[in-house]
C-alpha cells in the first residue's frame, strides 16, 4: 500500500490523479520525476508528468 499526500480529480478527464511524494517515488525506482502522478480512469491507472514538475526542473537548468 502506498501512503499518497494528494488525491484528487482530475476535472479535464474525470480521473483520479494520486501524487506519490519523491522519496517514495525513488522507492519504487521512479526516480525521473521529483513528484509521480498517477491518474487513474476506470480500471487503468498510468504515470502522467506534473507540470509544477516541469517548471522546477527547467528553474534548475
Excluded: C, F
Excluded at 519523491?22 to 498517477?38: G, P
Amino acid at each position: 500500500m502506498i501512503k499518497t499526500t494528494k488525491v484528487y480529480l482530475d476535472r479535464k478527464t474525470g480521473g483520479l490523479r494520486i501524487y506519490i511524494p519523491r522519496d517514495m517515488a525513488m522507492l519504487l525506482k521512479w526516480n525521473d520525476h521529483e513528484n509521480i502522478v498517477l491518474m487513474q480512469k476506470g480500471s487503468q491507472m498510468t504515470v502522467i508528468k506534473d507540470s509544477i514538475t516541469e517548471r522546477q526542473q527547467k528553474m534548475m537548468r
